[in-house]
């Protein structure tokens, strides 16, 4: 269902009057996590101010360290909806497991289907159940066939409206928190009909890389971008060194433009 041969032309998905897919360049951005009311506010303001399209923010976090910032839950599945009645762009935000994905379907516009959980096949089948699109990103080791594969659990269940998000892969380097695949744009767009989007922000985990890779993305020929930002990123409490102050999203968003229209 995911191939090319099947479904020759591009899919559109369509998301609160946002187009994603098909010559359509979406940017996606917000905190790593939902913190605080204030920080969700401040930042949802400023992406949307600089032309963010999907605000993102993550409620259920899947962390390295159990010890580690949890997210907030249903109280920040509460504040994403605050966002989204403030500003008007609608909002992609994780579900890690089947427990929750009643509570996050009810809140999220797209849902986000973490790396960790690309192969969390009963979490798969779920989401082919849900009639919310599904933003779904490769797995730290996933082969593209194997991301492709993972799109096809969720269309043999019902849904079609699969993104597909590259956000670096494991490799022997390890300067960069993981090594982004930019040819995966080239292979997915060969073999799929699928939207793909790229993730500069966890692919590097640096905020001083995310604009050069982006416009690299862009020019590739990518659907649209994931970033995170953050208006005081030495404080957050996930993904700081990664995240881009508003000024920097604004830097990164005219770089983008000069690249592709982005409506
Ligand atoms: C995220 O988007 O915040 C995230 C945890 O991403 P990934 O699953 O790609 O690590
Ligand atoms: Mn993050």
């Known amino acids: 269902l995911a191939s090319r041969l099947f479904h020759p032309e591009d899919t559109v998905i369509q998301v609160n009057g946002c187009k994603i897919g098909g010559g359509n360049v979406t940017i996606m951005a917000g905190p790593c996590s939902v913190e605080s009311e204030e920080q969700l506010m401040t930042i949802a303001h400023a992406v949307k101010k600089e032309g963010a399209h999907i605000l993102r923010g993550g409620a259920y976090k899947p962390r390295t360290s159990p010890y580690s910032f949890q997210g907030m839950g249903e109280e920040g599945l509460k504040l994403l909806q605050k966002a989204k009645e403030a500003t008007g762009m609608p909002i992609v935000t994780e579900v890690m497991d089947q427990e929750n994905f009643d509570v996050v379907e009810q809140y999220a516009d797209i849902l986000q289907i973490g790396a960790r959980n690309m192969q969390n096949f009963s979490l798969l089948k779920r989401a082919g159940k849900s009639n919310k699109p599904i933003l779904l990103k490769r797995g730290l080791s996933a082969t593209i066939e194997e991301l492709l594969m993972s799109a096809e659990y969720i269309m043999s269940k019902g849904n079609q409206n699969v993104i597909l998000c590259e956000r670096g892969i494991r490799t022997f380097e390890t300067y960069t928190r993981n090594t982004l695949d930019l ?50 990123p030495e404080l957050a409490l996930s993904d700081g060194a990664q995240s881009l102050k508003p000024e920097k999203f604004a830097r990164l968003m005219r770089a983008v433009e000069k690249i592709a229209a982005i409506e």
């Open 183 to 232: 040819s995966a744009i080239t292979v997915i767009k060969e073999l799929s009909h699928l939207p793909i989007i790229i993730d500069p922000s966890h692919a590097t985990g640096k905020w001083s890389m995310v604009e050069p890779l982006s416009k690299g993305a862009i020019a590739v020929g990518a659907d649209g971008l994931i970033i995170e930002v953050h208006h005081q």
